[in-house]
Every structure is written in structure tokens, then in C-alpha cells.
């Protein structure tokens, strides 16, 4: 089954750093998504990209966050001032054009911030 | 208003018993989407079943079966035969229709569950 790959699978940062986190995605996929997990808790929707520019955030995707794909292939999700609670499991999701089809997760990147 | 609701936090079963795992969902949408993703400790979420607004039979995968209620809005999840590997946190999830297609899935808050030898 084709994968979905994100680096690193672990990343520390001190609070106030800027952190980018990588996403290989499926290569026929149209839609990319990121979503957060906060340890042991619900998966959060973050962002969605389509068409080479996002289609819709939510509250959480604030202005210290952003999402680009600097390649046309791969994508990036940058914090760039990071706080205590965006320590979370980050998660980048794909599918292809059938909403009906499921969502092929990556592995997940875990971030700390101390 | 939550879109999900998992009400089961966590979850005990013998193995080889089967176990319900209950969902509710909450949309005025007449065409939407419902999926089970199983986490394991290790993390990644792998999925296990879907069922569309419009499909008429319940979805089965091998061991896993969505009891699919349409007038009650629920899509619980049913494990048959249960294994110790199927220890981990479950979710579901729904995609609604949405203007421009971007169909997002929001997931529940899911249920942890333990299978004992």
C-alpha cells in the first residue's frame, strides 16, 4: 500500500524556536491535510491544502503557523515561534479525489517543546 | 456543538469476545461519510472501515463491522473475535459535504480499549 512519510518522527525544540515539519505525500493525491494530536487526546483538524493553496483552517492554524509546498511534491508545516502547547503528535494526511476514500495518515512527527 | 461523540473512554474485553464500540454523529448533511481508525501505541492511525450516508448495507472488514443507524445517527463500531493485538484507541470519524469539496474528516475524542488474555 502506498505511504504517506514524515520527518523527522521526533523533533525538541526550545519554546520560542521556529520548527518545520516534512511530508512526503502519495504523488497522485489532490487532497493534503494536517491535524495534531495532544498526548492521549482527540485528533485535531489543523489545515487542508488543495490545488497548491490552502482551502480551509481552523482556529488553531493561527498566523505562527504555515503550511507550503515548497516543491510542488512535498509539504512543510512551519511553527515559527513555538509555545509549551504545541507540544503534540503532528500528523499529515492525503487522499485522493473521492471523498469517500480514506485518509492515508504518515507516521506522525512527535514535538516537544520545553 | 461536538460533531463526534465517543461517550466510552476506555473499554475492556476478553479475548475472542466481541465488543461494540459506540459513535454518534451530529449533521443537517444528507451525503456524508463515516470511518474507524484504530491507534496503537506505537501512534499511526490505520484505518479500518467506512460507511457512506448512502450505503444501504453496514460495512464489514474481516473482523470489523460498522452497525450503521442512520435515524439515531450512530456508527458503532463491532470487533468480533477479539485478539490481544487489538488493544489501542479507536476513533471515528466523519467527513460532511462541504463547499468546495474539501471534505473534511473531524474525529472523536475515541475510545481506549484493552483486550484481556
Known amino acids: 500500500e502506498p505511504e504517506v512519510t514524515q520527518t523527522p518522527s521526533h523533533q525538541v525544540t526550545q519554546m520560542g524556536q521556529e520548527v518545520i515539519l516534512r511530508c512526503v505525500p502519495i504523488?497522485?493525491?489532490?487532497?493534503f491535510y494536517w491535524y495534531r494530536q495532544i498526548l492521549g487526546q482527540k485528533v485535531e483538524f489543523l489545515v487542508s491544502?488543495?490545488?497548491?493553496?490552502?482551502?480551509?483552517k481552523s482556529e488553531i492554524f493561527d498566523d505562527q503557523f504555515s503550511v507550503e509546498r515548497p516543491d510542488g511534491s512535498n509539504f512543510t508545516l512551519k511553527i515559527r515561534s513555538t509555545k509549551l502547547e504545541d507540544s503534540a503528535m503532528y500528523f499529515c494526511?492525503?487522499?485522493?479525489?473521492?471523498?469517500?476514500?480514506?485518509?492515508?495518515f504518515g507516521s506522525g512527527t512527535q514535538l516537544s517543546v520545553l | 456543538a461536538q460533531k463526534i461523540t465517543q461517550t466510552q473512554p476506555g473499554m475492556f474485553v476478553q479475548e475472542k469476545e466481541a465488543v461494540t464500540l459506540d459513535c454518534t454523529y451530529d449533521t443537517s448533511d444528507q451525503s456524508y461519510g463515516l470511518f474507524w481508525y484504530k491507534q496503537p501505541s506505537s501512534g499511526e492511525m490505520i484505518f479500518l472501515i467506512y460507511q457512506g450516508s448512502y450505503d444501504e448495507q453496514n460495512a464489514t472488514e474481516g473482523r470489523y463491522s460498522l452497525n450503521f443507524q442512520k435515524a439515531r445517527k450512530s456508527a458503532n463500531l463491532v470487533i468480533s473475535a477479539s485478539q490481544l493485538g487489538d488493544s489501542a484507541m479507536y476513533f471515528c470519524a466523519m467527513r460532511e459535504g462541504r463547499a468546495g469539496g474539501s471534505y473534511i474528516p473531524t474525529f472523536g475524542s475515541g475510545t481506549s480499549l484493552i483486550v484481556h488474555p
Open positions: 491544502f488543495y490545488n497548491n493553496e490552502i482551502s480551509e
Open positions: 494526511a492525503n487522499r485522493g479525489g473521492n471523498p469517500n476514500e480514506k485518509l492515508f
Open positions: 504523488s497522485n493525491h489532490l487532497y
